[in-house]
Every structure is written in C-alpha cells, then in structure tokens.
C-alpha cells in the first residue's frame, strides 16, 4: 500500500505539491496570455482616425450623386447608364467601380474586423484607386474639343480617396 506520495518520501512537504501543480497552472495561464497577445498584435486600433474615414467614405457615397462626367452623375458611370453622347470610356467607369470597392466597402469591413493585414490590403488598394481616379480625371480633360471633361464629383472622388489612402497607411504603418 502507497500512503506516501513521492514528494513526502523525499522529504518534502506537502505544500510543495501545490507548487508542482501552480506551476502547470501557471504554463497554462502563459499560453493563453501569449495567445492573447498574439491575437492583440494582427489588430488595429485606428482611434480618431476611424471617424475621419468614415466621414471621408460617407463623402465618396455622396459624390455618386453629383456630376462626374458632363451631366452624367457617378451612380450612372458606376451601372453604365451615362448618355452614350459623352462617350465615357472605360478609365472613369474603373475608377468608380475600384472606389465604391476598395473605398467604402473594404474600408468598411477593415474597420469592423480591425485587421491588421486587411488595413494594409484596403491601404494599397486605396493607393492604387487614387492613382486610377487622377488618370480618369486627366483622359477626360484630354477629350477631343466639345466633349465634357471632368465634373466636379469625379475630382471630388479622387481626393477622396486620397484622403483614405493616406489615412489607412497611417494606421498600417502604425502597428508597433
């Protein structure tokens, strides 16, 4: 018969039993605080900025009501029911399409997943959608002479959108 266990034949008291069995608590409790961590670092915390892109992509869905193009709004260029006379081609319609994409419906599920790696996605498709909106804006501006060049929502919607790139690579670029 085994009345003693290991420890109290060496000797050893039986509060450092406890101790034997506080230190795998104590492994475990490690484990999950390193996970935690972990889960901690992949995420943002975009603080005040998250309202300054959420104003910024409330103005990109604004500028679809305004005049892109002549007196085609953003939401006719976006479903391509724009005046066939203007003869928008296809740099303006991308550049709207790209926007509602990347701008608002990217940035949005950034802001609610608070994704690390999604805020340096939607900040490089932001970029490139910048880029996009300043061609757009300059292949209408060099249209043969007595088409419309670029209108007020379409200049708009580009600086909206690089307000929303410079905004998401602040935040991407400032993960510790």
Do not use: H, Y
């Amino acid at each position: 018969m085994r009345l003693l266990s290991d420890n109290a034949r060496a000797g050893k008291l039986p509060e450092e039993d406890a101790v034997v069995d506080q230190s795998g608590e104590q492994q475990r409790f490690r484990a999950d605080l390193s996970r935690a961590e972990r889960d901690m670092s992949r995420r943002i915390d975009p603080g005040g900025r998250a309202l300054v892109i959420t104003g910024v992509m409330l103005v990109l869905v604004l500028t679809a009501i305004l005049p892109w193009v002549g007196g085609a709004s953003g939401w006719q260029v976006v479903s391509g029911q724009a005046d066939p006379a203007l003869e928008i081609k296809l740099l303006p319609r991308l550049f709207s399409i790209n926007a509602i994409v990347a701008g608002v419906l990217l940035g949005a599920l950034t802001l609610v997943t608070r994704r690390w790696a999604l805020s340096w996605v939607t900040a490089m498709a932001c970029s490139v959608v910048t880029v996009e909106g300043v061609i757009a804006i300059w292949s209408r501006q060099t249209v043969p002479q007595g088409q419309a060049g670029p209108a007020i929502g379409l200049v708009l919607a580009a600086i909206a959108m690089a307000v929303l790139a410079s905004q998401w690579l602040r935040i991407a670029w400032s993960r510790p």
